[in-house]
């Protein structure tokens, strides 16, 4: 049985100062949890699991801590409504050093706050083959547990950056920065790239004006009914299918 101490302690990594403080973040449930630990990127902590789970997988867990607890104290560090098997603490992932976006595609999202939206936008990102998305320091961070639920484990083959995002665009020489928005050119007319940065803006507010303003190509996926907007991951996903 958990301390409580323990499980104050795991409960309080819901919220971002202090899983910085830490510099760890939660992840749960069989498929994610088990990608993460079998991926070199991952340092893992410590992992809290229930019996069946630890016995099916024990040839990940060599160079893990791991703590069987019940399901009653699953239910207690829990960040999920129905709890699954498994939690674990793991190290944040290095991102240090220079954004490289030559050569590549890059995705660059300004202000995307929706943890769902930004989740569902790095398993997109994997999808696509895309391997880095760099985000402005006002979207949602990418170590909240509704972001890690919504990688379904891509967040172990992307690398996310956070910058200041019109600084880093601006210094990007030579490489093409497509907009999308909804007064630019049909996306099923541009041929395939292989480089370039491909930006994503805020759910209601779109791109910044300064951002904006350093794309030299404007992208539009055409409307054929009424609705308002679309959904920014469901909008990154048509772009990538017809750019990539």
């Known amino acids: 049985m958990l301390v409580k101490s323990k499980i104050k302690y795991i409960q309080s990594l819901g919220q971002k100062k202090n899983r910085d403080e830490a510099c760890v973040f939660i992840a749960e449930g069989p498929k994610i949890v088990s990608e993460l630990l079998e991926t070199d990127k991952t340092e893992q902590i ?32 829990s960040q999920l409504k129905t709890p699954n098997k498994v939690l674990a603490i793991i190290n944040q992932f290095a991102t240090a050093g220079t954004i490289e976006a030559k050569g590549k595609l890059t995705l660059a999202l300004c202000g995307i706050q929706d943890p769902g939206n930004l989740g569902t936008i790095i398993r997109i990102a994997d999808w696509f083959g895309i391997e880095q998305v760099v985000c402005s320091k006002d979207s949602a961070d990418v170590y909240n547990p509704k972001v890690i639920q919504s990688t379904m484990g891509s967040i172990a083959r992307v690398n996310v950056f956070y910058t200041e995002l019109e600084e880093w665009l601006a210094g990007q020489k030579g490489i093409n920065i497509y907009a999308t928005v909804l007064d630019g050119q049909d996306v099923s007319q541009i041929k395939k790239i292989e480089q370039g940065i491909i930006l994503i803006g805020n759910e209601s507010k779109g791109i910044s004006p300064g951002i904006l303003k350093l794309a030299n190509a404007r992208i539009t996926i055409p409307q054929k009914g009424k609705a308002e907007s679309l959904n920014a991951g469901v909008a990154t996903g048509i772009v990538l299918s017809h750019l990539t």
């Open 46 to 77: 410590e992992i809290y699991a229930v019996k069946d789970w630890i016995i099916e997988n024990e040839k990940l867990l060599a160079k893990s801590t791991v703590i069987e607890i019940t399901e009653e104290d699953l239910e207690k560090i």
